[in-house]
């Protein structure tokens, strides 16, 4: 595999930030305009918090890049110390924040990983287990969490209603499905049959109108056949961290708005597993997103899903979220990029 480092350094063009913001900013000023409800005294309700439950949101976010971070080391063998693994996941969090979340940081991933010293063919197989398992996350914990939210899981507002009606199951169970097919062939090929996955791969991509991208298959399928070699022989004690540690991030993620929520008003048990259960479909709908890290998607729909659980704080409970989940890591990668760059690069010329 050939990393083309001129599309890495534009996807972690610190320039990039402003993309995001400005969509994220444009959205909340539209929906401020149209909003009759939300005005200048809305806005101070956000005083209204219990400081003791933002704590706590503030706490589990900082778990959850805790979680990432021991993760990574896990994955690398601990290949990486814990300062230069604080570096992978803020940069690897900051290329997420930058592309549409549909594209995501897959390369760049792999890219940070390879110039962290590790080669080339285990950065591909670290950053394709990443992948996996939280896909396997959401594949396996969505059905679970959905039977304890007892069919609350998609909201009712009538904005839902009239835009989407039953389409949002739709999509929502459309897109479970191609995750899942996905997750599925992938976790096989990668680590049961990688040369029958690159034969099939390069007979379908022998048809007459895909042949174009033979070769590009054929690239995917050695970096299969490489990634899948890396991590053979793998035993449980390698497995069970990771495992245990994507659980962990994931949950930490979904629970600082559990918490977000909590600051302004007082949830049952039954309400804090629906709002736990949504973000599930929230997450569907902000990975479709054509924007970059979901800007504005994230926004509009934040009060379709929750607004319901929020009497007067759905505005300022959104930009609380995307406060603490989202615009810190645009910011932490424009800071730490220049440094990493640095390190990466012209010390090791000087070396």
Not at 179 to 192: D, N, P, R, V
Not at 306 to 314: I, R
């Amino acid at each position: 595999m050939k990393i083309d480092n001129k599309k890495i350094f534009e996807t972690l063009n610190p320039n990039r930030v402003w993309v995001p913001v400005l969509i994220g900013l444009g959205i909340v000023f539209l929906l401020f305009y149209l909003d009759p409800t939300v005005n200048a005294k809305t806005l101070k309700v956000v005083f209204d918090a219990s400081p003791a439950w933002i704590l706590l949101a503030v706490v589990v976010i900082l778990f959850r890049d805790a979680g990432y971070v021991y993760r990574i080391r896990e994955i690398t063998d601990r290949h990486l110390s814990w300062t230069r693994a604080i570096y992978v996941i803020i940069l690897w969090e900051f290329a997420s924040a930058v592309t549409p979340s549909v594209v995501g940081g897959t390369a760049v991933a792999v890219f940070i990983l390879n110039k962290e010293g590790i080669k080339l063919g285990k950065a591909i197989a670290f950053v394709m287990v990443t992948a996996i398992l939280d896909n396997l996350f959401f594949v396996i914990g969505a059905p679970i969490i959905m039977y304890f939210a007892q069919g609350n899981i998609f909201p009712a507002s009538k904005v839902m209603e009239m835009k989407f009606g039953k389409s949002l199951e739709i999509l929502f169970w459309s897109s479970y499905g191609l995750y899942a097919s996905y997750t599925l062939i992938m976790a096989g090929a990668l680590f049961f049959r990688p040369r029958v996955f690159k034969w099939l791969l390069l007979k379908l991509y022998s048809i007459k109108w895909l042949r174009k991208w033979k070769h590009a298959a054929n690239e995917y399928g050695n970096q299969i056949m490489e990634a899948s070699k890396e991590l053979r022989g793998k035993n449980f004690r390698y497995w069970l961290p990771i495992i245990l540690a994507t659980i962990f991030v994931w949950c930490s993620r979904y629970l600082m708005l559990n918490a977000l929520i909590g600051a302004y008003e007082s949830l049952s048990s039954i309400e804090h597993v629906i709002i736990f259960a949504r973000q599930v479909i929230m997450w569907i709908v902000m990975m479709i997103s054509p924007t970059p890290g979901s800007s504005g998607t994230a926004e509009f729909f934040f009060g379709q899903f929750f607004s319901e659980f929020l009497t007067g704080y759905t505005f300022v409970t959104s930009i609380l979220w995307r406060l603490l989940s989202y615009y810190p890591y645009l910011i932490l990668g424009a800071i730490f990029l220049p440094r990493w760059i640095r390190q990466v690069f012209f010390k090791k010329k000087a070396d």
